[in-house]
């Protein structure tokens, strides 16, 4: 039985892109951190937890960010041409406008990386597909690109079968940081050459499909655009020319 869909899951998905991409750009041009951090931040979180993805969108959210943002953080603050010093410890001092750089900077990597995040978090990527060939792409160009977006989940559930099957035939894959560096290169070529036998037999069953024909393509999956879509959009792009008139002519 398919899981009901959220509220968000529901928005057509091209519907949906065009609403974060605008979310995204305005905070990259609003150029202040705190629209970022105190408006598109929440409301990205808002968004994930109405969905019910609050726990899954906010754990990805600090695994992929919070580490380049920290970088950033000691960089701009460490070594930003700055004569106004905050805080300083012997040598090491952290400077006034290289905290500000990096608060902006990071303002849109959070707004950006977060807004792609959700998009996929509540998108069905076999509905992304579909999307885009009703939208004009070729199926030929939009398997190229569901199937790039597929590419490292399935790199990562084959390294953990992979990894399993290693320590059952008692190789140590457990341990410190030489002990896995040694279990990680042994495990490599198995990776490689399961990843290229599965392209071969993804192109042989397409094929056997009559997936390069040149004819019209039917769906198994019915995916129609709403009266409702065709509203966010509008939307979205009247309040994203407001915000433009706003900040840069009124």
């Keep these: 039985m398919n899981k009901e869909k959220g509220i968000i899951s529901k928005i057509y998905p091209l519907s949906k892109l065009v609403v974060i991409m605008v979310l995204a750009v305005t905070a990259i041009l609003w150029g202040d951190y705190r629209f970022g951090y105190f408006i598109v931040l929440p409301l990205l979180v808002f968004l ?9 969108y906010t754990k990805k959210m600090i695994g992929a960010m919070i580490i380049m943002c920290t970088f950033i953080f000691i960089i701009k ?3 930003d041409p700055s004569d106004e010093i905050l805080w300083q410890f012997a040598f090491i001092g952290v400077k006034k406008e290289g905290i500000e750089s990096a608060l902006r900077l990071t303002s849109i990597i959070f707004s950006l990386g977060g ?8 998108t069905d990527l076999e509905d992304f597909m579909i999307s885009l060939q009703k939208a ?3 199926h030929v160009g939009s398997f190229i690109f569901l199937s790039t977006l597929q590419m490292i989940p399935q790199f990562a559930k084959k390294s953990k079968v992979i990894m399993q099957a290693q320590r059952a035939r008692g190789i ?7 002990v896995r560096m040694k279990a990680f290169f042994p495990m490599l070529t198995p990776l490689i050459i399961s990843s290229i036998t599965d392209i071969e037999d993804k192109v042989i069953t397409m094929e056997a499909r009559a997936f390069s024909v040149d004819v019209k393509k039917t ?6 655009i709403k009266t409702s879509d065709y509203v966010i959009v509008v939307s979205s792009f009247i309040l994203f020319v407001i915000f433009l008139v706003w900040r840069y002519i009124v």
Aim: aromatic fraction near 16%.
């Design 219 to 224: 769906y198994l999956r019915v995916l129609n």
């Design 136 to 138: 004009g792409m070729s």
């Design 48 to 56: 994930a937890a109405l969905e019910g993805k609050f726990f899954s």
């Design 172 to 178: 140590e894959t457990e341990g410190n940081l030489l």
């Design 77 to 79: 603050g460490l070594f």
């Design 115 to 122: 807004s792609i995040l959700l998009f996929f978090e509540t």
